[in-house]
């Protein structure tokens, strides 16, 4: 071993990248790795004459007295490295940085301020790469190998390091160049709303918080609505977002009702929904991250504290920054109250200078010169602007909604009218907090100024669920598209109490939920509820019947991209339709969207909200029959035959009650296909030639290539192989000619089993690959878990370990969010069965743990991994 060196020293530091997801990867396999990277370390180091002088986990901390020497073991290692055959799903990745100074070394090793700089410049890297500081680069010239080159990747901001760092990336031809941005403070992710309006005053407020936050993990900002909770919060996020290095995340909870949902929120905001959609994922996720979420609008899903102490506990580095009118009352949790602004005194009133200084004062002149550049504070408007605010006891919320007035109307009736607005509300519920009242009373005041179109219109939004379209409110809110409603919408935004923003090419507006809760009560002061919530629901059963016939056609990705826009307003409807009375509109549409609702994995959530439906009385013949046969799809593709059978059969009654030949039809096929999946291929066969007959009388091109399949299934299920496979092929190519992809991506995956039970495996691979990435294309979640079990089952014989994880991911999605049809219930023996005799057994249940852990993003990964092989 060298000399430890002294004086000017080169500082090399390697960690591997990921190695948590390594270690959870590989089980017990992991000590093996890390021992053969940890040779590979350690002989580049000694043939650069270097030493090593500390460890870490998988890190590597070595010096030596030239940077050229650092240089040469920096190579060599990512050589090896990249030239070692490392297992499945276990190839290593490692960052090196290297820093010449000087340090102080004593008996417990180096200290100093370079030996950090260094450490610091090795934690922004990614695996594979070299990272040089400018010191070291400019050692290096002039001596470095010819063939080494230093792209210079600017000046970072590095934790904990006041100056910025000059950092620099060794390249050589023989090794990977390109790399994702290295992870300085200014390149931390964040989902931070950008901030229309500018920031006011709250300085001690920032610093008290960010105090807080440096030292405790749980911090909740308290105070009623309307304090500026929400703005203070994300102000502090941004200042404190170089010190998380996984980045800051706002996560809004006015849309949650369920404190279940918590998790799903964070994810979805965090843009891992698919990675992390539940608690016990998201909790894995977080784990080794260094991160700041903030939750703004907990009080109404108090009991979700849970979740985040669940998370707090299963993730040691992220921190918890919550808004809420009340505290949590959680374990370490540190509550900060937030106080109203300051308001003059009286005193002050004529003197602009100091009310100028006054932050209140400052928010509300700020914010009406943006909606009236002529205003200003001078001694004239001074009285009224400090009147003004301190009849909003220096609410925010209220002010801004004030200030938003002042368009229209001088200082002076502002105030006046203000005084007379906030009596409005008086003598309100008694358990409402004061400042509360005062909120509404404001929102009030605002709403006041509104004409009688704008009130109405106002009233009519409260009826949508988060967010809506333009085409949307022209219809529920006056029954028909008018083109004052586009300027009746501009006029609430103007008054601050609606708001916008841009979703994929198309305006979506939305209210703030306390704004919401006003507008909500006063849709029901005009009597207007019921006939509002009619409306709702007739637009939306609307929407969704004139999406129905894409949704099997090769549009059917944009509309289900065009339905998931309005998620919550279609849930809301079917909600509203068994709360409502009104059973007959939500049947007929669950019925008409179920096909929606399986592609997005909301499968068992509708089938529930469609029980309800069903057990109501009053239901239409017609419109019982639509909700029968989309109870029976979604139970069909859940796997649970004999719910989607009864179900079926009922309808079918129905629809032979109506004389509805196409609906009898579809019905006998869809008859078909349960008998035969439930072993009773014989009638499985009848009912198809039955649906066959009708169809063919109708012109049903679609519904023939589908009975097809029908017939080609009971004829495979009874044992003919040979006499199946000609009918999938013709009902595949129908369904081609239609556009139809989810269909014939699934009749793909059924001809795959065909083909492997005709001994040709090959071929059966390369058709189930194809439909994988269809079905991934699509984004169709059910299809996608079905194409996850096939590849598991077919790269069995291949890859053993790496199917049975496939096939535990697999397993766990569909139970959570259904899946279809299982390769074993066809012929193609199922993954786990296939390599039980290949591998032992604790290796396959470690294996299968593994992939029930998976998220179905990880799973598809591992399934493409799989197929690229073959």
Excluded at 520 to 525: F, N, S, T, V
Excluded at 528 to 543: N, P, Q, V
């Amino acid at each position: 071993m060298a000399a430890i060196p002294g004086g000017v020293t080169t500082f090399l530091f390697t960690d591997i990248e990921g190695s948590t997801r390594l270690v959870q990867r590989l089980g017990p396999r992991y000590p093996s790795v890390l021992k053969d990277h940890n040779g590979i370390l350690d002989s580049a180091v000694n043939e650069g004459h270097g030493t090593i002088v500390d460890r870490a986990g998988d890190g590597v901390f070595a010096v030596f007295s030239s940077p050229l020497d650092a240089l040469r073991a920096s190579l060599s290692a990512q050589r090896a490295i990249a030239a070692h055959p490392w297992p499945d799903g276990g190839a290593v990745r490692v960052r090196i940085g290297m820093h010449v100074g000087q340090a102080l070394h004593t008996d417990t090793g180096f200290t100093g301020l370079d030996v950090h700089r260094a450490a610091r410049i090795a934690s922004v890297g990614n695996g594979g790469q070299i990272l040089l500081s400018d010191q070291a680069r400019v050692l290096l010239e002039g001596i470095a190998p010819s063939d080494v080159g230093m792209r210079d990747l600017g000046s970072h901001r590095l934790k904990d390091l006041d100056q910025p760092e000059r950092i620099f990336q060794a390249e050589v031809p023989d090794l990977p160049a390109d790399f994702a941005p290295i992870r300085s403070l200014d390149t931390r992710p964040h989902n931070l709303p950008s901030e229309l309006t500018e920031f006011i005053g709250r300085d001690a407020e920032r610093r008290a918080v960010d105090a807080l936050l440096e030292r405790h993990r749980l911090v909740t900002l308290v105070g009623s609505g309307g304090t500026g909770k929400t703005r203070l919060a994300l102000r502090v996020a941004a200042d404190t977002l170089p010190a998380f290095s996984h980045g800051v995340f706002f996560v809004p909870l006015e849309a949650v009702r369920e404190a279940s949902a918590v998790p799903l929120a964070i994810a979805r905001h965090m843009a891992v929904e698919r990675v992390a959609p539940t608690l016990d994922l998201l909790a894995e996720y977080l784990s080794d991250r260094e991160m700041l979420l903030v939750l703004d609008n907990f009080e109404q899903v108090l009991p979700g504290v849970h979740y985040v102490a669940r998370l707090l506990e299963s993730a040691p580095r992220i921190k918890v920054l919550v808004t809420s009118r009340t505290r949590l009352n959680a374990r370490g949790e540190h509550v900060f109250e937030v106080p109203p602004m300051a308001v003059p005194d009286p005193t002050a009133a004529d003197d602009p200078e100091r009310l100028r200084a006054i932050d209140s004062v400052e928010l509300f002149v700020r914010r009406a010169q943006a909606v009236n550049p002529q205003f200003a504070l001078s001694s004239t408007t001074g009285p009224a602007i400090a009147q003004i605010v301190a009849r909003l006891e220096g609410l925010p919320l209220a002010i801004e909604l004030a200030a938003a007035r002042a368009r229209l109307l001088p200082a002076e009736e502002l105030a006046s009218r203000l005084g007379d607005a906030l009596g409005l509300l008086q003598g309100g519920p008694v358990d409402l907090p004061t400042r509360h009242q005062t909120i509404r009373g404001t929102i009030a005041w605002s709403h006041d100024l509104l004409t009688e179109p704008q009130r109405a219109i106002f009233r009519r939004l409260s009826v949508f669920a988060v967010t809506f379209s333009i085409d949307a409110a022209e219809q529920v809110t006056v029954g028909a598209p008018v083109e004052d409603v586009i300027d009746l919408l501009g006029s609430l935004l103007d008054h601050s109490l609606l708001q916008s923003r841009i979703e994929n090419g198309q305006t979506r507006f939305r209210m703030l939920e306390i704004v919401r809760s006003f507008a909500i009560e006063q849709l029901a002061q005009a009597g207007e509820t019921e006939e509002i919530h009619r409306r709702h629901e007739t637009f939306f059963l609307d929407l969704a019947e004139k999406a129905e016939p894409h949704l099997t056609g090769k549009d059917q990705a944009v509309w289900i991209h065009q339905l998931s826009a309005d998620r919550d307003n279609l849930r809301a409807a079917l909600i509203q339709a068994i709360h409502g009375g009104t059973p007959d509109q939500g049947l007929l549409l669950a019925g008409a969207s179920w096909r929606f609702w399986q592609a997005v994995g909301a499968a068992s959530e509708v089938r529930r909200l469609l029980g309800e439906l069903l057990a109501a009385t009053g239901a239409s013949t017609e419109a019982r029959a639509k909700g029968l046969t989309g109870a029976a799809g979604l139970a069909y593709w859940q796997a649970d035959y004999a719910a989607a059978e009864a179900e079926y059969e009922e309808a079918l009654k129905l629809y032979e009650t109506m004389h509805d030949r196409f609906g009898v039809a579809d019905t006998l096929f869809s008859l078909s296909v349960t008998a035969t999946w439930s072993g009773n291929h014989k009638r499985g066969a009848e009912l198809a030639d039955a649906a066959l007959r009708l169809f063919h009388d109708l012109g049903a091109r679609r519904e023939v290539g589908m009975v097809l399949m029908a017939r080609g299934f009971a004829r495979w299920m009874e044992g003919d192989v040979a006499g199946a496979r000609p009918l999938w092929q013709e009902s595949l190519a129908v369904a081609i000619e239609l556009g139809d992809q989810f269909e014939a991506a699934t009749k793909r995956l059924a001809i795959a089993s065909l083909a492997f039970q005709q001994g040709d495996p090959f071929e059966a691979r390369g058709i189930a690959r194809g439909a994988l990435d269809e079905l991934v294309q699509l984004g169709n979640v059910t299809g996608m878990i079905m194409a996850l079990d096939w590849v598991a089952a077919l790269a069995a014989p291949l890859e053993p370990a790496g199917a049975v994880r496939l096939a535990g991911a697999a397993d766990a999605l569909r139970a959570r969010l259904g899946g279809g049809m299982r390769p074993e219930d066809v012929g193609l023996p199922a993954a786990r069965s296939q390599v039980s005799d290949r591998l032992p057994v604790d290796v396959i249940e470690e294996g299968w743990l593994q992939g029930e852990a998976m998220s179905l993003d990880e799973a598809v990964d591992l399934a493409r991994q799989l197929v690229s092989r073959w």
